[in-house]
């Protein structure tokens, strides 16, 4: 099982940018990829998937347009590019390899496993 560590979380006024990377502890290239937030008194929830390859992403529709998923696997690091971050996107941001029907596009939770211990996003009015 691929253990995953994120980093580059931080505290970022409203309107800017942000970019977190997710390490993982062995080659990952076969593994579909999400990250996922949680802010203080909510759920957890999807952001972003990538497929093994690249060829498909998908997004939520609250980041659709300002977040960018996207991995290089001869490093085997994923990244999430944040712009035009609001005070709502601050959370603990995760990410995740997809361990359950993996072959289409999943954003559901319990499909994933392996997560990493999180990275603080704070974004300041």
């Known amino acids: 099982q691929v253990e995953l560590v994120e980093s580059g979380g931080g505290l970022v006024q409203a309107g800017g940018s942000l970019r977190i990377s997710c390490a993982a502890s062995?080659?990952?290239?076969?593994?579909?990829m999400g990250w996922f937030r949680q802010a203080p008194g909510k759920e957890r929830e999807f952001v972003a998937y990538i497929d093994a390859l690249q060829r498909e992403t998908v997004y939520a529709d609250s980041v659709k347009g300002r977040f960018t998923i996207s991995r290089d696997n001869s490093k085997d690091t994923l990244y999430l590019q944040m712009d035009s971050l609001k005070p709502e996107d601050t959370a603990l941001y995760f990410c995740a390899a997809c361990v359950k029907d993996c072959m289409e596009f999943t954003g559901n939770l319990s499909h994933y496993g392996s997560w990493g211990q999180g990275t603080q996003v704070t974004v300041s009015t």
């Open positions: 062995r080659p990952f290239h076969n593994y579909v």
